[in-house]
């Protein structure tokens, strides 16, 4: 067994890494566990079109039957989607056994970045990463996202993370790991769903050229990790801070109540954030993941 044997890429994709044509990765569990169902479905193949029409070949990557899959089916998205919660959540840890099983996974960004990696694809359009959890001085609840970014190297894109995570923690960690963050059209990390969180980021680039230089400098200095591109929400599409804030606090609270742990943390406030605010979050995150993909996009095509 190596690495590559492990690997299964569509055709399309195949076709794209040998010709050196743009491509950009994307995740499954924002399939599975990030949005209700059928919306999840229509998001996924929303993504790939975009991405086509900007140029660059889409590989949604999931463990399908324990392979590393990078370019999916339409058919495997709806599976994926309709399956929701009963498909492992899969991040690193949990890569091994389910190639041993022969299982599926639907992949957080720890776990595509290492699809991506081991099919040599370079750029990954998504949400929101994971990150330090609020509280976590006391429960240790840390993202594997943030160590893959270290270790990896995968561009993320995505628009900053949701204030269910304590942000200048999740910065700080990023600082200490020495990954690159840089603002797309912005110094301020971007808050998910709302454009600011006057949280300064260390690198502002307005040019997705500019991006894909930085990428081949970290490759030529021999960095063994990757780098995040934090993204706003399009203006039109930005909801109200103190709405968003007040239906966080709530979900959080509730998760606290319930004595939530572990890889739940994340989906269940990701669906009752979505239950509080009545759907406008679904929306909102919709349209993030959209823009993300067209800067993805626009990176990779510059490689
Ligand atoms: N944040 C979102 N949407 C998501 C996730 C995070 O706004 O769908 C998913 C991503 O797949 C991310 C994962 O990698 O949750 C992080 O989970 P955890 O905190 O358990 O590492
Ligand atoms: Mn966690």
């Known amino acids: 067994m190596n690495e590559q044997s492990l690997v299964c890429l569509s055709p399309e994709v195949e076709e794209a890494i040998r010709a050196n044509r743009p491509i950009v990765a994307m995740e499954s569990t924002i399939i599975s566990h990030g949005m209700p169902y059928p919306q999840n479905v229509e998001t996924a193949l929303n993504c790939q079109r975009i991405c086509r029409e900007n140029g660059a070949v889409p590989a949604t990557c999931a463990i399908i039957g324990g392979k590393l899959c990078a370019g999916l089916t339409d058919e495997q998205i709806d599976y994926l989607g309709r399956e929701g919660h009963r498909v492992t959540k899969a991040s690193r840890r949990d890569l091994p056994m389910l190639v041993a099983k022969g299982m599926d996974g639907a992949t957080t960004v720890a776990a595509t970045m290492i699809v991506a990696a081991a099919a040599g694809i370079r750029v990954f359009a998504t949400g929101g990463i994971g990150g330090v959890h609020r509280g976590a001085e006391t429960t240790m609840d840390i993202s594997a996202d943030l160590e893959e970014l270290k270790e990896t190297p995968v561009c993320v894109v995505c628009a900053g993370a949701k204030s269910i995570l304590d942000l200048n ?49 970290s490759r030529a200095l021999g960095y063994p990790g990757g780098m995040l591109v934090v993204n706003p929400i399009p203006e039109e599409y930005s909801m109200d801070a103190d709405a968003i804030n007040k239906a966080i606090d709530e979900a959080i609270a509730e998760a606290n109540e319930k004595g939530i742990k572990g890889k739940e943390t994340t989906p269940f406030l990701l669906a009752k954030i979505k239950d509080i605010t009545g759907g406008s979050s679904l929306a909102a995150n919709i349209r993030l993941v959209y823009h993300n993909v067209e800067v993805a996009a626009q990176i990779a095509a510059n490689l």
């Open 169 to 217: 923690l999740t910065m700080e960690y990023l600082e200490t790991k020495g990954v690159p963050v840089i603002g797309f059209g912005t110094d301020e990390l971007p808050a998910f769903y709302t454009r600011k969180s006057g949280i300064k980021v260390p690198w502002r680039s307005d040019d997705p050229k500019e991006i894909a230089d930085a990428i081949n400098a």
